[in-house]
């Protein structure tokens, strides 16, 4: 009787442990993009090409491939995350996850 309670509790903890990341790892995440686009939008304006390409879609995915290990980019926490640390990225997080 005693191994049976032994068990579940073994196979509880483990499914706690193995749960997904929480707020933190998202705003984490999500702090970790909004550095990558602003190093990228400072890249943007200092080039004097002359060419004036919107990249914006193509950078974002670039800083996507960052946390895309650490966190579910699809996961709508991440879009809380990036919408109270970058709201400006709030409509290309959108249109990149559409694009999944």
Do not use: R
């Not at 483990?14 to 550095?35: F, I, M, N």
């Not at 990249?55 to 980019?73: K, N």
């Amino acid at each position: 009787m005693s191994k049976k309670f032994l068990a579940i509790g073994v196979v509880a903890l483990t499914l706690v442990s193995c749960g997904g990341p929480g707020v933190a790892e998202y705003d984490t995440a999500a702090q970790t993009v909004c550095d990558c686009m602003a190093e990228k939008s400072a890249e943007a304006a200092a080039d004097d090409s002359g060419l004036d390409i919107d990249m914006t879609d193509l950078d974002y995915a670039l800083c996507a491939l960052d946390i895309v290990l650490d966190v579910d980019i699809n996961d709508e926490q991440m879009a809380k995350s990036l919408e109270s640390k970058c709201p400006d990225l709030a409509d290309t997080h959108a249109e990149y996850i559409k694009g999944l």
